[in-house]
């Protein structure tokens, strides 16, 4: 969800090379079936996605990477520690209605309906930081 979101949001920018991976994940799954339908609700297709394992040549290629979680974050921290000045949480920079500053974008998998809007509107606090916080950081050039 969060990459098919965060696309969109940089839709009208080639300056950006978007790629997701999960600390737990299992390679070449499919999106599920709840995001997807969240995500055409939203105007966003993620035609071909499968799932990926974080590995270090993403980490390499990497100049920022976003964890949903803080445990996410602990675990590429111990994982990567020469990539960690790379490691933010997503909502780092988001004041989230409820939930705060530096929260963690909750996982809805099994949640139904309700939880995957919850992550969606997280994810609708998140994104423009990132982008701000990266076009304020990143000096190198960028992929397509």
Same mark, same amino acid.
């Given at each position: ?8 949001? &940089? ?24 995001? %997807?339908? !969240? #995500?055409?609700? %939203?105007?966003?297709? #993620? ?25 996410? #974050?602990?675990?590429?921290?111990? !994982?990567? *520690? ?6 933010? #949480? ?10 705060? !500053?530096?929260?963690? /974008? *909750? ?6 309906? %309700?939880?995957?809007?919850? /992550? ?7 994104? *423009?930081? &990132? &982008?701000?916080? &990266? ?6 050039? %960028?992929?397509?």
């Amino acid at each position: 969800m969060a990459e098919g979101l965060f696309r969109k949001a &940089i839709a009208d920018r080639d300056d950006f090379t978007v790629a997701s991976a999960g600390v737990a994940a299992y390679p070449g799954s499919p999106v599920s079936q709840e995001t %997807r339908v !969240l #995500l055409k609700s %939203r105007g966003v297709e #993620l035609e071909g996605f499968e799932s990926q394992p974080v590995s270090e040549e993403l980490i390499d290629q990497a100049t920022h990477v976003f964890a949903m979680t803080a445990g996410h #974050l602990q675990a590429l921290s111990s !994982l990567f *520690p020469d990539h960690e000045d790379k490691f933010y #949480l997503a909502c780092e920079f988001a004041e989230v209605p409820g939930k705060g !500053l530096a929260c963690d /974008v *909750p996982d809805p998998i099994g949640m139904g309906k %309700r939880a995957y809007e919850d /992550v969606a509107k997280t994810l609708d606090h998140a994104i *423009p930081t &990132i &982008i701000a916080f &990266i076009d304020q950081t990143w000096q190198g050039e %960028r992929g397509d």
